[in-house]
Structure formats: C-alpha cells, structure tokens
C-alpha cells in the first residue's frame, strides 16, 4: 500500500475524444481481438489503444463514447468507386458491362454529367458510405476537382483519380486535355491536405493510344502519384484489345512502362497464371470488386491466387450503377463468399482475412497504409463503430465472424473520419438526409424523364 | 349528373385491413408493378387488389395502413432452412461442408440438441426471419413438433419437414422410430392448420438404407406428404455414395421411387445435364441455397439451367450455421448475381425473376402455391412491405430492381401473415428482442462454455 500524501498521481492527460468499446479489432498486428479497451484521439489522429480501465486514469477527454455489445473497427477503406454514378442506381440493371456502358451509362453521361451532378451524385454516395461504416473511397470520375472539394466539405477522406480519357465528355476534349486538367488537379492544391490524396485515372487501356499513355507515365512519374485502370474487368475488354493491338492490356501497358508498384489494376478478373506472376513481382496492386463483376456478369477475380501470389488487394464497391450499392460489408462478405466456391476451400479465406481486405488491404492498394487502415497510434482516427446487439447479430461467438457473416451495414453506429464524428448512433451528423433525397429524385426526374415504373 | 336523392352509394363492406403502399408488386401475374393500390384483407386472407381511390369508396376497414414511399409484395418464402441452427450461428465458420458438419455442428448437436434448444432456436430465427420480410419458412431439425409449436404459437407459417436419420440422437433412434415419430406429427395434429403444413425430411442419401427409403416411400405416398432432401449439395457427398452404393445418390433415390413430383432436392448443386433432364422431366422441385453454397465452399447450382429447364425453383437461406444470416432479400439478390456469373449473360436473370424466386417459386416448391406466393384475392393475406425511401435505395428508377439489388433487409417495414400484423414499422408485435437475446447468450455460454473470443 501506498502511504497518503507520499503517493502524487501522474497527471492526466487530455486528449479529445475517447471511444471504447466491447471489442476493438485494430487488424495490425493481425487476429487480435481487444477487449475492454479504448482508442484516445487527438488532433484527428489515433494516439493511444489501451485498457478502458487505465484509459479512465490517464485522459481526460473531451469528449467520451462508450459502446457496450459494439466492436470498433479501423474505417472500411473502399478502393474503387464512382460515387456520382450513385445518381444512376438502377438505371440501367441486367445487362452486360459493354452493353450497360455503351447503350445505357454512356450515353446517359454525355447527356448529364456535370459539375452539379457530380457534386449531388458525389453527396449522396458520401452519405451512403458513411452510415455504412466507410471512411475512404478511392473515386474516378469526371469533374475531380468537385470530387475532391465535395468529399472534403462532407470530413470525408477520399482519393480522388483524374480521369483520362481518348474522346471528349463534358469535363475535357482530348488525351492532351484531360492530362492538362489531371495535372491541375493533382500538382497543386491538395497536396498535403489530411483528407484528400489524388492519383491518374486512365478509364481502361481500350481507349487511350500509346501516346497518351507514355505522356501519362512522364507526368505520373514526375508527381510521383499513381496510376489506377480499370484492367481485364471482362474477357470481350482482353478480346478486343487482343483484335486492335495484338496484345493483351496487361501486356500493352508492360510494354508502355506502366507495369510498377504505382498501378492499381482494377478488377483484374481474367487473368493467366503468368500475368499473376508479374503482377506480383512488379508490385502491381489489385482493386477487387467482386459484386459488380458478378452483376455484369464479368466473372469471378482469383482472390485467393492473388493473396498466395503476395499481392497487395484492396476491395472495392465499384459504382452504384453496377453494384447497386456502396456496402463494403457486403462487398467483405461476397469477397469471402467468392474466394471459397472459387478455390473449393471454404478455409482459403476466412473473416478475419475479409476484414484486413476491406481495411488494411485497401489502404495499401491505395498507397495510404500509413496514414490509415489499422487501428494504431499515429495513424489517422478513421474508426468505424458497429452494433453486435441485433438479433440477427446473436448469439456472438466471434465479433469478427459475426461482422463478416452476419452483421448487415445498417448496424453501423458512429463513424469518425480524422477524429470527427460523422455517424452518431446512425444519424449523419454534417448531411441532411432528406436534402440529398430530394436532389437525387429531382436527377432521376431529369434523366429517366418520368416517375419510377410509368 | 345524378340528381341527389336519387341515387344510392352502393353499402360499404367491411374488411379487417386495408394495406395501401406506393407500389404493389403481386408477382402473380408476372412483371406487373400496381402504383396507388391497396390490398384488402378479411378473415386472414387477401380479399381484393384494388386502386387505392376505389378501395376508400368501397371498403370500411377496421385498420387502415398506408405506406407511402413502400413497396408491398408478398410475404418472402424461405424454402429450405434448420430455424433452431441459429443458435450456432458463428459457430463453425471458414469450414469445408464435411468437417464442419462431423467435426463442430454434429457433436454440438449432439451434446445441445434438445426441446429446449429447439424451442429457443426456433423462436429467435421466427423473430431474426419476421424483421427480414419472410413469412413462411421450411423446416427440417430435430424435435419437428415443438417447430410446429413454436411457429403456430408466434403466427408464423412454417412448412415443417421430420427428420429421418439412421443414427441415434436426442428425438429419435434408428429409422423405423424417427419414421413412427414423423408420422405422429404429420398424420393428425397439423391437419388443416392455417400456418403449419409437414412433409418428411430424410437428411441425406448417406444416412438411409434402402429398407428406410422403401418404408418412407411406402407411408409418404399413403399419407400424400411431400419429401425434402439434401440432394448433391457437395462433390464429396455423390463420390462417397458412388463408392460406397455405386449410384449417385439421385439415381438411387430414383431407384427407390422416389424421384416424382412430391420431391424437394435441396441444393442441388452437383447435378449433370442428364440429372437436369430427369429432376423436370419428373417434376422434382429444387430449392436452391446459394449463399450457404458458397460459404461451405459446395460449388454454384446451375440455376439458370434449372429454369430454361422449366423446373420449379425456391429460394433457401439454408441454416444460420451455414450462411449466417436468415435474410431472403440477401439470397435473391446472391442469386440473381451467381446467375449472371455462372451463365456468363447479366441477363439471364433480372430482379423480377429474384423476386419470383424467393415468393412465388419458394411457393410452389413446398406445394403451397394455391395458398400463397402471390398477391392474389383468395391467398393468405401473408405480406412484406419495404420502406424504399432510404438513401442507399435513391434515387428510385425501378421498385423491383431496388428491391433485389439496392435494399436492406432492415428496411422491411411490416410483415402481415394470415392478416395478422406481426411486424410493425421495424418493430415485432409479438415477440420480446430482449428476451430472445437473453436466451440467445444463455445458449451461447452452454455451448461455447465462455464468452466471445476469451
């Protein structure tokens, strides 16, 4: 025992938020499970993960959440979107990819795309992801600057990829043009923003020449920011490329230099044992987005040839045009799902394995793995917060298991994106839901021309 | 104009519900979506499917519901599941179908299965299935009257199927006393119940010997009952009955004359074309489990090939031990992507068809389609209405289409079934969540012996 009046307290820290939960899943170091513990913030940053019990005697904080029958989560990182097209959910459903681009999605761009919709689209999708526990998303679409400046209104984090493109849209005319306007976008303004990361989006290899890809690599490398495609998303895309080129995209692009650590292939659904390999060996990451490859009828992406490979796989939503939504539990859960019926393993890729994809796997793909995807000191306080009390959630052998195979996104409870509260039990704390549900009815008006089933 | 005085409204009738939503969708006939109608509903069964203005004029309703913004459907059919298994739910995850089954579900059951255990089960599953918009769901575990019991006690309609195994646990010894037990259940109690229809449900061809068979045949054509099986729900399980019968186990049951229009094949995903052939040529209905599918890592049951076949087709959520989840939008919406995937054509299956499945087919795979499946006058008054007005089902092209590839289970409003209310705005009307969540932990510290992830 201590003598009173010998013993001084260590004086308490402040810091300004303090969130515990039942468990905490921080997915670095990988399979552990904390319970009774707590994650202490600071000038939107992770600076403690500790025991509730001594968390009590060591911050005081200004602000305490305690969420019993919850487990904390890193926020799920969604590595491959286009968030305005949310205003097209449902636009266009059950129908192949070429066909759904090129009857239904482009023309209905040519017609609409623009800064308003962009801004409107890139809202609801930010809503959207929040109440369904996603703190990042990696976006490609035209009118990045809006992207960019929507996202960080909302406290939302997002890497934002400037698309493009060989033919004219409403955001830029030609190869040259959308190069200039990446390049504007992504030299100056945001660059060191905490929110806010940018990189190339080239749409696929079928629609740039070499040219504009050799200007694209000059200018990726001299930023020194990545390069994401979408890659071998459907066997007509390796078909075709095969009939124009004589080769296939992976092996164009090898060609062109843009096969490094920098590029992140999205999809890469058809692909050959061969082009695993050097994917792997050259650092390529890999965005994968087997829901929308499912709907489109593309096929089914080796997941688990990818992870034996040593590759670095993030997981996508993919648009809510093809999707139809932005649930990266869902997306967590089907990626498992998949990567069973497609090896015949139904051990190849288990829960925790799910979760580390839809957080830290996501992360690296994007190249943000310091900054966020664990939950860690030092990292950024993107956390995601989840009720395990539903009935559908019980009884609770294992949260993680329970998160991946049971748990729907509307059992999301709080989101904090840099230590700032966006999802308080469920409600969005900075949207108004019924604005963004205005504004999405007012596009559907404008682009379906009439009421839903008329 | 009708000079006043002269003319007489025609009297009112009366009618228990009248339930108006945005949209109807009766699935029978097919591809019709009803915008401002309302359905009414006397006795436990739906009486008329008219405009909303009409049925004011027409019908004094003693409750009225008006769902704006909901679309209303038929109650969802879930035809193949183990409701009690819920409370393994996380128990045995990231396991192939055989060592989950020998090494974790069997010896639990064993050790657990009970009355009790299948009263507690039952009654969280009824509760887990009612908040997800299914009203009817087929049955096959241990204890089948205390299923009947418990489901007729909570108004929910199950088709309960009895066990027959050749081994000995808690209900039952050797064939002949689970086949006297089954018979106890299905010959008398049950007899024109309004909710509870039976069938026999022998587990597997790899538990039965050609005696049990022929003596089950023999009393399932006496009594006119319907039998379900698993059916080719692994590779594993038709090479072991190759080796051991020298038959795959389809071609022994139809050997043993099983094989006719009283026969549900669970699964089904193992099945070459000529079994294909021969399950519509003899009218066999499937009910297909994709989800469960692929989380055991079985393979992908040819769907597509079942309907161009013109077979009878129902959707299954298979048990929470398998799945883990008892939600039927989840498993049409699986559905309707596996489809796409395994035929290489988006098209092949549209959300219409998803709902089809999980309603109407569901129906007349358990032969209950004269009662239910549809909207329809006559039928039970079982209903499922969804609220579409969420964010992540905006903006709303397409009610169907939302429905099957946009919506949450959580966004399942009501739930009428034989005219009873059961759920209510989100909230059940009959059961106690915190209740079944106390019995569920109960359930979970028996069989685990401690707390999640200690």
Redesign the interface.
Known sequence: MIPQGLYTAPPMEHCDSLISAT?IVPVEPAGR?L?GHAVAVSNGRIVDLLRSAEARLKYQASATFDRPGHVLVPGLVNAHTHAAMT?L???A?????ES?LNDRIWPAEKRWASAEMVRDGTN?AI??ML??GITCFSDQYFFPEIIAETASDAGMRANVGAPVLGFPTAWAGDASDYLGKAVDLLHDPYAGHPLISTCFAPHSTGVLSDEAFTELRVIADQLDVPVQIHLHETAAEVEAAVTSTGMRPLERLETLGLVNASLLAVHAVHVTEAEIELLADCNVAVAHCP?S????????APLAAFREAGMTVGLGTDG?AS?????ML?EAN?AA??A??R?????????RDALELATMGSARALGLDTDIGSIEPGKWADLTCVDL?R?????????V??LI??V???QVSDVWVAGKHLLDSGELTHMS?DD??TR??E??ER??GKG???
Chains 1, 2 share one sequence.
């Open positions: 468990w499970v319970e205003l959910r449902g636009y459903d059950d129908l192949p990819l759904w609801l809503a959207e109440t369904a829901r490859n499912l709907k489109l009828a593309s096929g089914i809510a999707n139809n939504t932005l649930d869902s089907t799902l998949l069973k019926v090896s015949d393993d139904a051990a190849v890729l288990d829960a009390g009935l559908n959630s019980q009884p609770l052998y294992d949260p298991s329970q195979y049971a729907r996104a509307d839901s963004l549900a999405a009815d596009w559907r682009i379906a839903p089933s008329e």
